[in-house]
């Protein structure tokens, strides 16, 4: 096992009616908010008076900044770090999924920094403070709500791109599984498929002794597993939504990738398609995660078949470990299907005009991943693997 410093702050509040309580905690740490949010879906549920009710009667003054779209956009954040630096604003309330806190955190770095936003994912400057943040969080998924990054895209090229610092990390998430029955199946899937990938990033390590978190990281998949299907056939069971809500949070806290190096590579690469063709990121995910493990699995078959064995119940042939870790990522792929996900890039109507421009605009910074180093002609192929 790796030396490691775990250091999460994010409160969590989690439960039933608990977006009462953001007026209280919003004003724990700001006087003057940005109000966050989407396209549109928490005007229609009913939660946007909720949020605005519950500032009101704590006297919290807030602007407001809608219109937040899924991959979100840098040019709506250069508007929100305009109006905070503006209105002078000091705190942000992200009410939504990873595109808003995402878009959140962006505006959060921006307005204590002098240049161009776009300078902290074009690697020309790197985030040292950010305004705080909160989350009412509407979706399970990105695992934004206690990461300390974010993903933005940029409209001028398409370029989807990443950056982080501690401060990014929200002071309080507001889980209520309720506000999550309104998702329509499509959505919920996309998130299961997305916490699911954050924790296969940080399962294909190098790092040997990691036992722990090998077993922390099968819980939580085995978690998701059992209750998709429950969350997908009855979207009001309480019960289900709130185990895959905690997994999504779960899944990408950094406590499973303790001790360990993850990989990262297949985020990288299907960055770079909801980038350029706007699709949704759990999609695109659920299309190159079996294609990379396909690419990779010969590097460790054991690890493969392990995972096989414990996540799918893949029984575990000795004499035969390939024909176990193969099953498994056989598994994987009729999982993501099973809940309604394209598992290949043609069933996304995605063909391969862009494939060569993809693989070289991935791989333009640094070769990709750590569990197996991935070059230009590496990307390439396993774009190739994924139609
Ligand atoms: O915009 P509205 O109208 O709110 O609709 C959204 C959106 O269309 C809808 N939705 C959300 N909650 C709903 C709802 N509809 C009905 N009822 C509700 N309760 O769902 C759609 C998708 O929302 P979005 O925020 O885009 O989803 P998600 O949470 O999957 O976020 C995806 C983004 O997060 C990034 C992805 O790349 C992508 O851009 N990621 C961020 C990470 C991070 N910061 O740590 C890590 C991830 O790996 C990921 O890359
Ligand atoms: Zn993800």
């Known amino acids: 096992m790796n030396d490691f410093t775990f250091q999460n702050g994010t409160k969590i509040i989690f439960g039933k009616d608990t977006e009462q309580m953001v007026g209280k905690e919003s004003k724990a740490h700001g006087k003057k908010l940005l109000l966050h949010y989407g396209g549109g879906s928490i005007k229609s549920s009913g939660l946007y008076e909720k949020i605005v009710n519950s500032l009101k009667e704590e006297g919290i003054e807030f602007y407001e900044l809608g219109g937040?779209?899924?991959?979100?956009?840098?040019?709506?954040?250069r508007e929100g770090v305009t109006m905070c630096k503006e209105h002078e604003l000091d705190f942000i309330l992200a009410v939504g999924g990873g595109s808003v806190i995402d878009s959140a955190k962006a505006i959060a770095a921006g307005a204590k920094y002098d240049g161009d936003v776009w300078d902290f994912f074009s690697?020309?400057?790197?985030v040292t403070e950010c305004l705080p943040i909160g989350v009412v969080l509407t979706i399970p998924a990105a695992g934004s709500e206690t990461s300390s990054g974010?993903?933005?895209t940029n409209e001028d090229g398409w370029f989807k791109r990443a950056t982080g610092h501690l401060t990014m990390r929200p002071q309080f998430a507001i889980l209520n599984p309720i506000l999550t029955y309104t998702l329509p199946s499509y959505q919920t899937a996309c998130g299961i498929t997305d916490m699911m990938a954050h924790i296969l990033e940080r399962y294909f390590t190098n790092?040997?002794?990691?036992?722990?978190?090998?077993?922390?990281?099968?819980?939580?998949?085995k978690t998701i597993i059992?209750?998709?299907?429950?969350?997908?056939?009855?979207?009001?069971?309480?019960?289900?939504r709130a185990e895959i809500m905690w997994a999504g949070t779960i899944?990408?806290?950094?406590?499973?990738?303790?001790?360990?190096?993850?990989?990262?590579?297949?985020?990288d690469i299907e960055h770079e398609i909801s980038g350029i063709y706007d699709i949704a990121h759990g999609a695109g995910l659920a299309i190159i995660f079996p294609a990379w493990m396909k690419y990779?699995?010969?590097h460790d078959v054991k690890r493969f078949a392990q995972f096989a064995n414990r996540v799918w119940d893949v029984e575990l042939d000795l004499n035969d470990l390939e024909k176990t870790a193969l099953a498994g990522i056989k598994k994987t792929e009729q999982f993501f299907r099973s809940i309604g996900m394209p598992i290949t890039l043609s069933e996304a109507n995605i063909g391969e005009e862009h494939f060569e421009e993809m693989a070289k605009k991935a791989t333009e910074r640094w070769a990709l991943g750590n569990f197996v180093k991935l070059q230009e002609e590496d990307v390439y192929r396993i774009y190739q693997l994924a139609k």
């Open 68 to 77: 937040v779209k899924p991959n979100p956009r840098v040019s709506l954040v």
């Open 251 to 267: 899944a990408h806290n950094d406590l499973l990738g303790t001790g360990r190096i993850g990989d990262w590579a297949s985020h």
């Open 150 to 152: 974010t993903v933005v």
């Open 226 to 240: 059992n209750n998709a299907p429950t969350v997908l056939e009855n979207p009001t069971n309480y019960d289900a």
């Open 123 to 126: 690697g020309k400057n790197q």
């Open 296 to 298: 990779v699995y010969k």
């Open 207 to 221: 790092v040997k002794h990691v036992e722990l978190t090998d077993r922390l990281c099968e819980a939580t998949l």
